[in-house]
Each structure stands twice: as structure tokens, then as C-alpha cells.
């Protein structure tokens, strides 16, 4: 699937600033990881509306620097217009950093990005170029060895439908890689002992609604946008039936499994 980035609207970009939270916690854990700290000059690339950054922005104090890059430009204002002096955001593209320069960050990271990329290998090199030598790289991202729950729902669906599409082109997180396609595009691009894990987070939701407005936000709006409309009604209807069968007295319960890397930048 191409993913498109002009379906992204201001309603869907202040849908995703207010049900970002899983998003941004499992973020905190990649930020953790990477032990960012006071006077670090630190690169969100793919920060959309700035809530991860400002978080980072606060460790590294005002001696440090927090610049965020994302491609929607909507999402960059946002970020611009909510999270204060100590972050800034830009439009920018991950395959192409040419307005930072080489060796001028000490952390660079791409919190659930590198999943909407069809290549990755450039990306990885322009975050390596920009990394001082010895600087951390960190990565959280779908895993295509684990799937999340939803996207195993959604292929069943699909499949009883019978619409011959994958979850991954109906505009969920298309471009996933393994654990170990990550390791070694890593290792091509400069960082030669990464280490990966997988995490699994339970989220709850409170209803149909809220998952597809989840899904519909973080995707900026391609979930479900390559189907006819009448096709998309379908799914939907069939999809939120499924859903239903997982709710839990907490909510409607489902599973992620995310691809956490750190990684330094090579001597």
C-alpha cells in the first residue's frame, strides 16, 4: 500500500494529540532505554504533535536541545502551537535530514515511525550521519513476526468477507519489518551491535469507536481509506462485531507487540 500523507486533516491531528497516550508511554520506555540526560541535543524524527519530544525536552534541561521532524505539517504546528519553548518542530522527512548536520545530535529516535517507511535503509543512514560518533539510535516498532491484535482481527474479517487485502494494506502500519530484517539494516547503516527486544502492551478501549478513532488518527487517516466506500462500511460493521467478543469489564482489550532497538552510532 502508499501510504498518503495528504489524507491527514486538523480534526484528525487533534484526534491523535488527545488518544496519543499509548503511543507516548510506550515512547517514555524507548526514551528510557536510550538514558537521554541533561545537555544532550536529541532529534525526534516522526514526532507528530510534539508530546514525546516536549516529554525529552524536559530531561535534557535548558542546556539540551529537543528538534522534532514530521511530515505533517499539520501535526508540526500543533506541536509548535502546545508544547512551549523547550521543543521545536519542523517539517521534514526522515530519508532526508539535509537541514541538520553531520555528527550535530547525541540522540536520535523514531518512536512507532519506522513501520509507514517503504525504505529504510536510507532513513537509518541519515540518522547515523547526524549522530555524533558513539550516539544512540533508538527505534520502537510493529513487529511483522507478532502482529497486533487488531490487525489479526481485521485479516479475519477481510478473509470472511472475501476481500483479498492484508491488515497491512488497509492502512495498518504497512511497511513492518522482523527483529531480525531490523538488525541488519541497522548494522548497514553504521550501528553494529544493536540490541532488539519485543514488548507487548494490553490496551483497553471503551468502545468500537474509540479503537477506529485510534487506528483512523495514528495512520493519519489511511486505515481503511483504499477500500470502496461501501466495501469500507462493510469491514467496519464486521470489524467493531469482533471487537465487541473481546470486551473485558475494563474495556475492549487488545494486544501490541512492538520491536524496541537501541543501537550506537559506529567510531
Known sequence: MMVSL??????????????????????????EDLQVSQGERVLDVGCGTGRLGAHVAELV??????????????????????RGSSFRATVGRAEDLSQFADGSFDVVFLNSVLHWLPEKLGPLREARRVLKRG???????????????????????????????????????????????????????????????????????????????FNLASSFGNFLSNFAPADAERVRAALEAELERRRAPEGIRLQRHLIFAAARADG
Open 61 to 82: 534541561g535548558p542546556s539540551g536541545e529537543v528538534v522534532g521532524v514530521d511530515p505533517l505539517p499539520l501535526r508540526v504546528a500543533l506541536a509548535n502551537s502546545k
Open 135 to 213: 550516539g544512540r539510535l533508538g527505534i520502537s516498532s510493529a513487529a511483522k513476526e507478532r502482529p497486533h491484535e487488531v490487525e489479526r482481527v481485521l485479516e479475519d474479517v477481510l478473509s470472511s468477507l472475501g476481500l483479498n487485502r492484508t491488515a497491512e494494506a488497509s492502512g495498518s502500519t504497512p511497511h513492518k519489518v522482523t527483529s531480525d530484517e531490523l538488525t541488519s539494516l541497522l548494522v548497514q547503516a553504521g550501528f553494529p551491535q544493536p540490541k532488539l527486544q519485543i514488548r507487548t502492551f494490553t490496551d483497553h478501549f471503551t468502545d468500537t469507536d474509540d479503537v477506529m478513532a
Open 6 to 31: 495528504a489524507l491527514d486533516s486538523a480534526a484528525l491531528a487533534e484526534t491523535y494529540d488527545r488518544v496519543s497516550d499509548r503511543q507516548f508511554n510506550h515512547g517514555k520506555l524507548l526514551i
